[in-house]
């Protein structure tokens, strides 16, 4: 019965007329992100919780030819053991995203909304900055301060409010893996140190950004993009990250 | 009763078939500055004056999905009082640009049409790369002559005519502060220190620019970016940015 | 009567359904030029000749929004004048482009059927860099070869084929005036004296590029943006413009 | 007889409906690489092999708006003669291009189903820095490791998997030459040289990237554009781009 079949792989989650549903949602945001320099060449993604469910990009897809009958979604409650996944609707014949642990920990430690990884350049070149400073520098943390697009980011998690003009946003970087699943426990590490970023940087790779809403998420990965590639502007003009004005 | 609703929050104020009503025309260029980097991540705005009416693009907004029936309306004869506004149409669930009182000083001190507010990285870098600039130099005022874009610039206020291509452009630097309403005294103080100038930059922060009519404030605006821009690569390429030419 | 008053102004000259109509192909380049970051702040134009009838897109105007009534016309063989046009066709409430003896003077030199004028920030650095370069370099001369990209450019007027890979492409400099229209005699001048160049650099100002069609002019200033470009991020990189390959 | 005439230029094997028809197909890949720079004035090119028929774009046309109709059709099967190629279907008035040999060439040698042609100048300047680099460097191969993006590339000819993060990329670069069908000879020897390269990049003009399906491809190529753009900001920032991290 073909009502029967549809049922089976739930395409019911990813079909709405409603704009702001995830699986409408996500390839919209896919294709702003690829016009950006974000998800070049299929890499990086988004995913979006609802309550219990999670909306997922799938792996090795053009980002900007996304439809959302291409989303994965899995129940967050259902997911008991770590290394294997179970989805309650797969698009047929595509893989889905090595990020999915990674975007799950965002979800299940801080509550998250909604995640973005990104490719971007200017993340990247952060990254190779730090890794290349002298070895007096922190390189596993960029730091910058007394730029108003800070403004662009909440306090922390579980904490009302804004960041102010003044604080100074750090961002932890964490090293890159040769498989990205691997990556999720030196990401979960890098939460539990820097309880209140919303952002983890991955060498050589990328960046990881989250927020409670879509809003917050996006809101976030935009100001930070915008400052990393401010910061990677200052480097090439000798200006320093970090002032002492207050 | 519905009308009644309607009536009390004076929607009517921002529904307009016209494409060139406030209410559909901010929404229209927020949208083009998104795409230009000026308002990333729900930073920067604009604000249209028509007669007595002001329209303010909202706090927080994603500023290219940005729809006329977000837009705030007040009535300059209304505000009496520069530390509380009076709305005549508030968008529900939304909340009142922190620009706001920097737009209106434009509009009551120079009788601006238009104020645009960008927090375009090239603003941010020249006021950086003063800020940064040997002893000797001033390091709240960026100049630039003998670029054709100048002539982008009208005189100044009251003033008939463009600048012409020998002519030094000014534009003065404020501090950035905490909370950007804070911004308002400094920017006044620079209207008043520098009559002529049709826009302020603010440090580590952006640029406020207007002009008597839309047409006028986005040309500036453009212009603005442009040598903002220009300027930056001239630096990092070694080149003054005044000449003696003439 | 309504259909005198038409006649009189001529408006049928911009009224066509067909997309390569110059009225209509204008405001269509024009668009694409303001992505392109040409025509900022109302700077630039593009004028096209259909036989004896020049079209001129008009003087400050936003160039993403131009419309085809907004569209000049002139009939080549009325203007015996230097000093004075003869409009057939003019826009109400607009004014006539600066530019406009500029483009006529590649459309009656050197029977070009369309004139690109850029503000690009490429073309002024060019310009910029050549005044800076040391006493013993030419500094109203950008010379390139040995770039693929040359091979977009013709080799000259009335000459068959386009230049080879190995060809230096030389586009003269002029110097900028506060008048643009006084750049005309320059202008001439360098026609003059480069014959066979489809361009001419305006320091601190941009750049003139002509073909002898609409398909050719953009081509050209296409290449000619690509290549100043590319020369802007080579000067960055230690890179000379000129090499000995053979 | 109509249906005779249009049997005879074939013209339906550039007529269908669905968009994934590689008529249809090579028109929107090439509007989307003019946004990105690589098929700037009518440079660059893109085919597809569909089995033994291959879809070419024609020489010297606005690469942002070609047509179906102005797509050439050959069948690899009736090319017998190296130096002259048989069309199955030939647009009128338009030339084909001096590609279609190196194209040929990913398609015999390789068996790739699409082969894409930029002129990036994030690709010339990386063969430029290698041209003017030490004398102990190989200046005929672009080499880089440990970046994520390097992923979006598969291991080589008829090998499963795609290149690891630790992997280093290398890409063959070949001189250029006046006439481009010339270049078919280097292509073939780099291509024989590094069997499992998916590119070759020619001195100051370009790329060629190709893959086993459209999707591989466009992946391929926007991999290698994002790393050649990094490599040079890596350069500019003094980054290294190779590293003994494993």
Same mark, same amino acid.
């Given at each position: 019965?073909?009502?029967?079949?549809?049922?089976?792989?739930?395409?019911?989650?990813?079909?709405?007329?409603?704009?702001?549903?995830?699986?409408?949602?996500?390839?919209?945001?896919?294709?702003?992100?690829?016009? +950006?320099?974000?998800?070049?060449?299929?890499?990086?993604?988004?995913?979006?919780?609802?309550?219990?469910?999670?909306?997922?990009?799938?792996?090795?897809?053009?980002?900007?030819?996304?439809?959302?009958?291409?989303?994965?979604?899995?129940?967050?409650?259902?997911?008991?053991?770590?290394?294997?996944?179970?989805?309650?609707?797969?698009?047929?014949?595509?893989?889905?995203?090595?990020?999915?642990?990674?975007?799950? =920990?965002?979800?299940?430690?801080?509550?998250?909304?909604?995640?973005?990884?990104?490719?971007?350049?200017? =993340?990247? +070149?952060?990254? +190779?900055?730090?890794?290349?400073?002298?070895?007096?520098?922190?390189?596993?943390?960029?730091?910058?301060?007394?730029?108003?697009?800070?403004?662009?980011?909440?306090?922390?998690?579980?904490?009302?409010?804004?960041?102010?003009?003044?604080?100074?946003?750090?961002?932890?970087?964490?090293?890159?893996?040769?498989?990205?699943?691997?990556?999720?426990?030196?990401?979960?590490?890098?939460?539990?140190?820097?309880?209140?970023?919303? =952002?983890?940087?991955?060498?050589?790779?990328?960046?990881?950004?989250?927020?409670?809403?879509?809003?917050?998420?996006?809101?976030?990965?935009?100001?930070?993009?915008? +400052?990393?590639?401010? =910061?990677?502007?200052?480097?090439?003009?000798?200006?320093?990250?970090?002032?002492?004005?207050?």
């Amino acid at each position: 019965m073909a009502a029967q079949a549809s049922t089976d792989n739930n395409d019911h989650l990813v079909r709405s007329s409603d704009s702001q549903h995830p699986a409408n949602l996500i390839p919209e945001l896919c294709r702003k992100f690829w016009t +950006l320099g974000w998800v070049t060449g299929t890499g990086g993604g988004t995913s979006i919780r609802d309550d219990d469910l999670v909306y997922l990009a799938p792996s090795g897809v053009q980002k900007e030819l996304m439809k959302s009958e291409d989303i994965y979604v899995l129940s967050l409650a259902q997911q008991t053991d770590p290394k294997s996944r179970i989805y309650l609707r797969s698009p047929p014949s595509l893989k889905p995203s090595q990020c999915t642990p990674l975007f799950l =920990a965002a979800f299940t430690k801080r509550g998250a909304g909604c995640c973005i990884h990104t490719h971007s350049q200017w =993340a990247v +070149l952060i990254t +190779l900055l730090l890794e290349n400073s002298p070895q007096s520098q922190n390189k596993n943390l960029f730091e910058i301060n007394n730029i108003e697009q800070i403004k662009g980011f909440g306090k922390g998690f579980q904490k009302q409010g804004a960041l102010g003009y003044h604080d100074t946003l750090r961002i932890p970087v964490i090293e890159n893996t040769p498989h990205e699943e691997d990556l999720t426990e030196s990401l979960e590490e890098a939460m539990d140190k820097y309880p209140d970023t919303y =952002a983890v940087l991955v060498r050589r790779h990328g960046v990881y950004v989250w927020g409670e809403t879509v809003h917050k998420a996006k809101t976030q990965a935009e100001s930070l993009d915008y +400052l990393f590639q401010l =910061a990677v502007e200052m480097k090439k003009l000798g200006l320093p990250w970090l002032s002492d004005i207050s």
